[in-house]
């Protein structure tokens, strides 16, 4: 009777530690597909630019299905943002608009790169944009006018 019961607590073990181990995967699969529905490199075309870190593209999530997406570049700060906003950073937001613009139309390939999202149907993913020139959010920052979210609060001018 005792290895019975031995017997029956290891298959209870068993069996929970693979319901644990089942949940665990279908928990990390659904979260990755979640965050990054549309994997890789996608090349993307402009529709218009909202503000030197919000960009709008259109590209083909699936064989034949083109959506429009507002990216949303990751880890970035502009001037012009915030509360009492001074008159030299609202020319430097100005230039940063300006310089994204001027960026994006002279790359002759520009694509998203494992685009996070809330969900696929979100219309709004944060990635970095990526061009023959290297990436917009690190030119914005080599030009000084864009700064990790870690600076927000030094002064821009």
């Given at each position: ?21 089942t ?6 699969t ?21 503000a030197?870190?919000?960009i ?10 083109r ?7 990751p880890?970035l700060?502009?001037p012009g ?5 001074k008159?030299c950073?609202?020319t ?33 993913a ?32």
């Amino acid at each position: 009777r005792k290895s019975i019961m031995n017997i029956v607590n290891h298959l209870k073990s068993m069996i929970n530690l693979l319901l644990f181990s089942t949940l665990a995967l279908v928990l990390l699969t659904t979260t990755a597909i979640a965050e990054t529905p549309f994997p890789g490199k996608l090349p993307v075309t402009v529709t218009s630019i909202e503000a030197a870190n919000i960009i709008h593209v259109n590209l083909e999530t699936w064989p034949g299905f083109r959506r429009d997406i507002r990216i949303i570049l990751p880890d970035l700060v502009l001037p012009g943002q915030g509360e009492n906003v001074k008159e030299c950073e609202l020319t430097l937001a100005k230039q940063a608009y300006d310089f994204t613009a001027n960026f994006l139309s002279e790359a002759k390939d520009v694509s998203v790169k494992d685009m996070w999202m809330k969900n696929s149907a979100s219309p709004d993913a944060i990635s970095s944009i990526y061009t023959n020139n290297g990436t917009l959010d690190d030119a914005l920052r080599k030009e000084g006018l864009a700064k990790p979210v870690s600076a927000r609060n030094e002064p821009w001018c």
